[in-house]
């Protein structure tokens, strides 16, 4: 692919459909390696003011990228949410670490879940990142991530 434009193509928003969306950081910076700064990130991106037509099912934050699964809701497209969720994030993180500069790369990767079977496989896939990164041991252990399907 020669760029965001190429991502952009064939691209359709869904209501009602579940993604998997991935986001990196500007040049793959590990800027989530610090705990005051993603956890800034994690309030951030999880704030019920961007959630109010979508829904987060589950999702993970890695030094250098984010992984979540999103129901778009009828109010939503995908690139809008999507934007929504780099802009606030980005907007919060450098109000309280300056130095940050540029925080999210262009665009992001997306795809669309098929049912119910691929949703939880993925899910499973989003919340174990943090094991296959070598940063925890168990999933219990990482701090950044969250799933809906904890609550009971």
Request: with cysteine; charged share 20%.
């Amino acid at each position: 692919m020669s760029g965001y434009s190429d991502l952009r193509k064939g691209r359709v928003s869904q209501p009602g459909q579940i993604y998997l969306v991935t986001f990196a950081t500007m040049d793959r910076r590990p800027l989530f390696a610090s705990p005051e700064r993603a956890m800034v990130a994690c309030q951030a991106m999880t704030a019920a003011r961007l959630w109010y037509r979508s829904r987060l099912l589950c999702w993970v934050l890695i030094p250098d990228h984010w992984h979540g699964v999103i129901e778009l809701g009828a109010l939503d497209s995908l690139s809008t949410l999507v934007q929504r969720l780099k802009c606030n994030s980005a907007r919060t993180i450098r109000s309280s670490h300056p130095d940050t500069g540029n925080v999210w790369e262009k665009g992001f990767h997306d795809r669309a879940l098929r049912d119910a079977t691929a949703v939880l496989t993925t899910a499973r896939y989003v919340v174990a990142n943090p094991l296959r990164a070598g940063l925890s041991r168990r999933v219990g252990e990482y701090a950044w991530w969250d799933a809906v399907w904890l609550c009971g």
